[in-house]
């Protein structure tokens, strides 16, 4: 009995990770887009480079929105944070710290 119960629980495990290796391909995917996307808006907007350290999706029901939060670069202390429609990827809002000015 236990021997099947061990089998049942590495079944389900599998399944599991399959089935969710899926969806974050599709996530991942995602990721990068929003990232590119907002390499570009960071280097346009204020003539910065930048390197993504954490993701969040905010609930699908609410919105189809990633956030992205990570640093300037050559510079972990200066924090950088974007909103990007992954629908569009179209940057809905970008922070960096005030000492960086947009460039005009």
């Not at 119960?5 to 290796?21: E, N, R």
């Not at 990721?31 to 969040?56: R, W």
């Not at 202390?77 to 809002?93: A, G, N, R, S, W």
């Amino acid at each position: 009995m236990k021997k099947s119960g061990l089998l049942f629980i590495l079944m389900i495990c599998a399944i599991s990770f399959t089935l969710g290796g899926c969806m974050s391909n599709e996530k991942k995917e995602i990721i990068q887009k929003a990232q590119v996307a907002s390499q570009a808006y960071f280097k346009e907007k204020y003539g910065i480079d930048v390197e993504f350290t954490d993701h969040k999706f905010i609930p699908a029901d609410l919105s189809h929105t990633v956030s992205l939060t990570g640093y300037v670069k050559g510079n972990k202390d200066q924090e950088i944070f974007t909103m990007v429609d992954y629908d569009t990827y179209e940057v809905k809002t970008g922070s960096v710290p005030d000492e960086i000015k947009p460039l005009q």
